[in-house]
């Protein structure tokens, strides 16, 4: 069948110029500008480390090994991700949800670990003006000194890591829904309480967990008015999200986290 | 969607089919070493500048690799991987040219 629809593409319309679909040209596009919105933050954050001379190395030994854990979450879930797409242009639904799941557990695994990095940091004071004050914590000194000397240094920092947990987040959800379509609705609205509940008020998660409340509405509209059974494409298409989310941190995690360690 | 899409598609599933799914644990396993090269520097206390060399030569490995064979440019058309690499490596030129020479002037002379 498959090579008789080849034979038919002359007759039918030109053959794509990028010799692929164009849903994953659309994706390639996509990613294109988004990695610039990556290498503008990186930029930033590279820019303001080398104009400013006494630049913060607040990260010990216990941020890198999280962050390390981190790292291997991700990767990993690179490889579960490829998985998943292998299984789906074989055919095996079954695999390809497993495979699909598993990169999403990798995914969850990685942000309640980075959210636990930010609570701990936020916690002993390295915070921004527009988070709330953590009461009943007395602030290590070290971090009040940053807030204050180097304030771009916290800026830079959540704005880059909490706009890569963003894309994850958001990689999770679409992970989610070409798994399990209409199914992962009440799912994530489960996640979203527990999120948004399970926080303290003075938490950025308490208010950050509405996205998902978003992400719920936003995907109960896309699926009414276009319910689908996704296919190996669709697979392929949310891999390459994956992949650029995982390959954006191998360039975060090195220059915030390792360029700013301080190991006694 | 028309038949030059699901064509197409098909023939983009075939090419998926022909790779050993032992490269993949490869690739998996040469980005899980390198990154554990990249923190046991950070333990040794290398200078900064030469850390940082370091450390951006993995990345760029290890980006090559993902976008090689995880999102897997090397398979695509010659046109598609010129396109997508020129267009995004053009646009980071254009960014280091404007941000790093203010960046150290800055450093060396205050801002103004």
Same mark, same amino acid.
């Given at each position: ?8 593409i002359p ?44 630049w913060p ?132 609205? =489960?996640?979203?309480?527990?999120? @948004? #509940?399970?926080?303290? *008020? /003075? ?8 996205? $998902?409340?978003?992400?719920?509405? =936003?995907?109960?509209?896309?699926? @009414? #008015?276009?319910?689908? *059974? /996704? ?8 891999? $390459? ?24 | ?84 690499i020129c ?26």
């Open positions: 069948m498959a090579e008789s629809a080849l034979h038919d007759s039918v319309y030109e053959p794509s110029l990028f010799g692929t679909y164009s849903k994953k040209i659309g994706m390639w596009l996509f990613l294109l500008s988004d990695s610039l919105t990556f290498g503008a933050l990186l930029y930033a954050y590279s820019y303001g480390r080398i104009s400013t001379a006494n190395t607040p990260f010990h030994s216990a941020s890198i090994v999280n962050a390390t854990v981190m790292t291997a979450f991700l990767l990993t879930s690179s490889l579960t991700m490829v998985l998943a797409v292998r299984a789906s242009v074989e055919r095996n639904a079954k695999a390809q949800t497993l495979w699909l799941l598993a990169t999403m557990a990798c995914g969850i695994g990685f942000i309640v670990l980075h959210g636990r990095e930010w609570s701990n940091l936020i916690a002993e004071g390295l915070s921004l003006p527009m988070f709330p004050a953590v009461p009943g914590h007395e602030a290590a000194s070290e971090f009040v000194n940053v807030s204050k000397t180097v304030p771009q240094f916290a800026a830079t920092f959540f704005g880059l890591t909490g706009m890569h947990m963003l894309h994850v987040t958001l990689g999770v959800i679409y992970l989610g829904v070409v798994a399990l379509r209409r199914k992962f609705i009440p799912i994530l609205l =489960v996640l979203w309480l527990v999120a @948004w #509940l399970g926080t303290p *008020v /003075y938490s950025p998660f308490h208010y950050g967990a509405h996205v $998902l409340l978003i992400a719920a509405i =936003v995907i109960s509209i896309i699926l @009414w #008015l276009k319910p689908k *059974v /996704y296919d190996s494409s669709d697979v392929e298409v949310a891999g $390459l999200y994956w992949h650029f989310v995982d390959l954006v941190w191998m360039f975060i995690f090195p220059l915030v986290y390792l360029m700013s360690a301080k190991i006694l | 969607m028309d038949s030059t899409q699901l064509a197409i598609e098909e023939r983009v599933a075939e090419q998926h089919r022909h790779h050993r799914k032992a490269v993949f644990f490869y690739v998996w396993v040469a980005l899980l070493v390198m990154t554990a090269i990249e923190v046991y520097l950070t333990y040794q206390n290398l200078p900064p500048v030469k850390m940082l060399t370091i450390l951006l030569g993995l990345s760029f490995i290890k980006a090559a690799l993902i976008i090689g064979y995880f999102m897997h440019l090397k398979y695509e058309v010659n046109i598609m991987k010129w396109a997508t267009s995004v490596v053009g646009c980071l030129i254009i960014m280091t040219i404007f941000f790093f020479p203010d960046a150290f002037r800055i450093l060396h002379i205050g801002v103004k």
